[in-house]
């Protein structure tokens, strides 16, 4: 089993940056798919971003060119650098790794462990 801390949300007007971090511990991840999911309130939990373990990286469209997801294996961290940020992006950020060895994230069931989640709030 693996544990998941975020850390690095808050409060931010339009345009701004923030910089959301994820440490794992228990077992290695390395060979792990990880990422980010968010959930804005009264909407249902959404994909964002995910890294495989040979660095391939993915987003979906609304956040393509403003959001980049990265990571450090030797740290057991995921990070998500988010820039110009639009009040659409307000959620609760949760980190994510993978269900199985090698696998990719498409969709929440394909999820083997959530973190606690982080709040990002963008002001207009």
């Known amino acids: 089993q693996v544990e998941l801390v975020e850390s690095g949300g808050g409060l931010v007007q339009a345009g701004g940056s923030l910089r959301l971090s994820c440490a794992a511990s228990?077992?290695?991840?390395?060979?792990?798919?990880m990422g980010w999911f968010r959930q804005a309130p009264g909407k249902e939990r959404e994909f964002v971003a995910t890294?495989?373990?040979?660095?391939?990286?993915f987003y979906t469209d609304s956040v393509k060119g403003r959001f980049t997801i990265s990571r450090d294996n030797a740290k057991k961290m995921v990070y998500l650098q988010l820039n110009n940020l639009k009040p659409e992006d307000t959620a609760v950020y949760y980190c994510?790794?993978?269900?199985?060895?090698?696998?990719?994230?498409?969709?929440?069931?394909?999820?083997?462990?959530w973190g606690h989640g982080t709040q990002v709030t963008v002001s207009s």
């Open positions: 994510v790794v993978g269900r199985t060895l090698y696998g990719a994230i498409q969709s929440q069931s394909d999820v083997g462990s």
């Open positions: 228990g077992r290695t991840v390395s060979m792990y798919t």
């Open positions: 890294i495989r373990s040979g660095g391939n990286t």
